[in-house]
């Protein structure tokens, strides 16, 4: 326990500087491990160092479906998701690529209320970093 504490706030602190500090880039190595560690850990705060400025967000069973939704918007609206579906765990399914720019990952998040499929598409942004566009949480 002592260890994992250690690594989430490794990963927090790791994400502040990328989100704040342009000369940093986020790879789409580390965008997976600060996804998956912030679904296990319900973070909001640690996944929106991920989001790209807009987002597409959509979360079943919440009537929650947005084309175009502001990072910040977005964060606030998963950090209530995440208290209403406190996890109990998170793992990958798939992860493939259409190009260079565009990743996608599907995982499986695991409430104490419900199982949702997690689908995410991750572009390359300009400035050859990779972060999420699309975040959809759809329960299985």
Not at 86 to 110: A, D, T
Request: a positive charge; aromatic letters at 12%.
């Amino acid at each position: 326990m002592k260890h994992l504490i250690s690594i989430v706030l490794f990963l927090t602190f790791s994400s502040a500087t990328y989100k704040n500090n342009n000369t940093e880039k986020l790879g789409l190595t580390e965008v997976s491990k600060i996804i998956s560690t912030s679904f296990k850990g319900g973070n909001s705060d640690l996944l929106s160092s991920c989001l790209d400025s807009e987002i597409e967000l959509i979360i079943d069973g919440e009537k929650i479906e947005f084309q175009k939704l502001p990072s910040n918007q977005a964060k606030n609206i998963l950090n209530s998701f995440f208290r209403k579906n406190p996890p109990l765990s998170f793992s990958y399914v798939y992860q493939g690529n259409s190009s260079s720019e565009l990743k996608y990952s599907i995982g499986n998040y695991r409430s104490k209320n419900s199982d949702y499929y997690v689908y995410m598409l991750i572009k390359k942004t300009k400035n050859n970093q990779y972060l999420i566009n699309t975040l959809q949480l759809k329960k299985g």
